[in-house]
C-alpha cells in the first residue's frame, strides 16, 4: 500500500472522531465525558451551595455548564471559539483546546476534575515518537540537531499552553462557584 493513502486514511478518521467528539462534548451526550486525561483538580470546601434550583444549561464567558441536582453532579465543557478580543489591541486565534470536566458535591466539597481529550494526548505523542525517531533512524549530526530543536519548541509551546490554559481552569472554576452560589469556609 502507499503511504500517502495511508496517511490520508489515518487523517480523515482522527478528524472524523474528532468531530464526533466534539459535537458530542457540546451537546452534553454524557457517554463522552468518561474519557479523559486528567490535566487539574480543585476541591472547594464550602458552607452552602444551591443544587435544588439548578435545572438548565448555564453559558458562561468560559464555558457551558449542566447540572443533574438528584444526584448532585455536574458536567462542563469550554466554549468553541476561535478567535477572542480582550480588549481592542488585545486578541488571541487559534484552534482552541476543548476542556471537559464533572463537578462532584460530597461531603460538603465540590470536586471539579478538568480533562482534555484522549485524542490530543495520542496526536502529541505521536509527534514527537516521529520527530525521536527519524532523527535516531536519520543518524546525521543535522537530523539530530532538528530533532532536538523540535522537541524543544513543542515543549515551549506546550508551557505556553500550559500557562494559558491554568488561568481559564481558575476562571471556569470561579463560574462554577457563582452558579453554585457558594458560601466557602474559612
Known amino acids: ?19 464526533i467528539e466534539l459535537i458530542g462534548l457540546h451537546r452534553f451526550n454524557l457517554r463522552f ?14 458552607k452552602f451551595s444551591n443544587w435544588n434550583n439548578l435545572d438548565d444549561i448555564y453559558t458562561k464567558k468560559e464555558g457551558k ?16 471559539s476561535f478567535y477572542r478580543v480582550y480588549s481592542p489591541i488585545a486578541y488571541s486565534s487559534g484552534i482552541p483546546l476543548t476542556i471537559f470536566g464533572k463537578i462532584k458535591d460530597e461531603n460538603n466539597e465540590v470536586k471539579v476534575s478538568f480533562y482534555i481529550s484522549y485524542r490530543v494526548v495520542s496526536i502529541l505523542v505521536f ?18 540537531a532538528i530533532g532536538i530543536f523540535g522537541i ?10 500550559k500557562i494559558f490554559y491554568e488561568g481559564k481552569i481558575l476562571m471556569m472554576t470561579e463560574e462554577i462557584s457563582t452558579i453554585l452560589k457558594i458560601r466557602k469556609q474559612l
Do not use: C, D, H
Open 33 to 46: 465525558y468518561n474519557y479523559g486525561f486528567k490535566i487539574f483538580e480543585k476541591n472547594i470546601k464550602y
Open 65 to 80: 455548564y449542566v447540572f443533574i441536582p438528584e444526584v448532585k453532579v455536574g458536567y462542563f465543557v469550554t466554549n468553541f
Open 127 to 144: 509527534w514527537f515518537l516521529t520527530i525521536i525517531l527519524i532523527s535516531i533512524f536519520s543518524w546525521t549530526l543535522m537530523a539530530l
Open 152 to 161: 524543544l519548541f513543542t515543549l515551549g509551546l506546550l508551557f505556553v499552553v
Open 1 to 19: 500500500m502507499n503511504i500517502n493513502l495511508i496517511l490520508g486514511i489515518a487523517i480523515s478518521i482522527y478528524i472524523l472522531l474528532s468531530i
